[in-house]
């Protein structure tokens, strides 16, 4: 679990690729920290597990479900990342909820400055819309953002000068890919709706009517 609150810019040292796969090996100093074996790390928002680390680098294995669904598959070495360790119980929650588990590689419509910020247009898969909301939460490329403005295929988010600053997001340009993780409360929310209206179809609402004719109206 993560909050979307990037920790440090890495960069790829190498890289291996398979058919559909490939392993990362990235430059980093923060996240190194207390680093062990197996744990986790966010790289641009996708969950990843540390297979092998140094002083100054860590290795990861993305796998083909990550590697197709995710940008990681178009990385090449050099290219700067987001990352973030996971969130330790007792931390504060400055972000949103972020599981690391990308729900689709959209693309940035347009980049528009206004005043301090920098007006991100994205857009994506429209069956990722019911998951969106203005002034709900959105993850890009592990950035915990909020949306400001949404529509059928697209959605914007404002980015304050420091979240420009410490992100690859400043370096994103139009038609460039982005990965995207809509808010995990939400898809709950819409799962438990979508088998409620099935486990309830056909049958009649209860209303005055009903509650009159089991005796618990005169």
Not at 98 to 106: E, K, L, R, T
Not at 158 to 165: A, G, K, M, V
Not at 168 to 178: F, Q, T, Y
Request: hydrophobic share 45%; glycine share 8%.
């Amino acid at each position: 679990m993560f909050t979307g609150l990037v920790e440090e810019l890495g960069k790829i040292r190498a890289l291996a690729r398979g058919a559909h796969s490939i392993r990362l090996t990235i430059a980093a100093q923060k996240v190194l920290q207390d680093v062990k074996l197996g744990d986790s790390i966010a790289v641009d928002g996708a969950c990843l597990t540390v297979v092998e680390f140094s002083a100054a680098s860590f290795t990861v294995d993305v796998m083909p479900e990550t590697f197709d669904r995710t940008t990681l598959s178009m990385k090449k070495a050099g290219d700067a990342v987001n990352l973030e360790r996971t969130l330790r119980v007792g931390d504060r929650l400055g972000g949103h909820i972020v599981s690391g588990h990308v729900d689709a590689v959209a693309t940035l419509v347009s980049v528009t400055p206004r005043d301090n910020a920098n007006i991100l247009r994205v857009q994506l898969p429209q069956h990722l819309a019911p998951f969106l909301i203005p002034q709900g939460s959105v993850a890009v490329d592990g950035v915990s953002l909020t949306v400001v403005d949404c529509g059928d295929d697209w959605f914007e988010v404002s980015l304050i000068p420091h979240t420009w600053d410490v992100t690859v997001l400043s370096g994103k340009r139009a038609g460039d890919k982005v990965n995207v993780e809509t808010d995990v409360l939400g898809k709950y929310i819409l799962r438990m709706a979508e088998i409620k209206s099935r486990d309830t179809a056909g049958k009649k609402p209860i209303g005055a009517d009903f509650l009159a004719q089991h005796g618990f109206l005169d």
